[in-house]
């Protein structure tokens, strides 16, 4: 019995799940190498250890929710902390 055009064999479905795969491992691979330069541009901006965690662990070991609320609290957390040191070092006029 002939096989229908519109109904893919077997063997052609496994060779596009290997196509599709490849295509979301270059994409996964494009990721990490994106993270990695994000990575290497914040450490040479000096940040901390907390920060380079949060995007190291991007699309690794954290999804992309819990990486942008732990970057949204690191944000707020350091605008507070910088804030304050402004308030407290208050500049004068040196005319």
Excluded: C
Excluded at 25 to 52: H, P, Q, S, V
Excluded at 59 to 83: G, I, P, Q, V
């Amino acid at each position: 019995m002939k096989s229908l055009a519109i109904f893919p064999t077997l063997e052609g479905h496994g060779k596009l799940e290997l196509e599709l795969r490849a295509i979301q491992l270059e994409k996964d691979n494009m990721d990490r190498k994106i993270i990695l330069e994000l990575y290497n541009a914040l450490a040479l901006l000096g940040a901390g250890m907390d920060l380079l965690g949060t995007v190291g662990s991007w699309k690794n070991s954290m999804s992309d929710e819990d990486t942008l609320s732990s970057l949204k609290a690191w944000n707020k957390a350091t605008f507070e902390e910088l804030r304050k040191l402004v308030k407290h070092y208050e500049i004068v006029d040196f005319e």
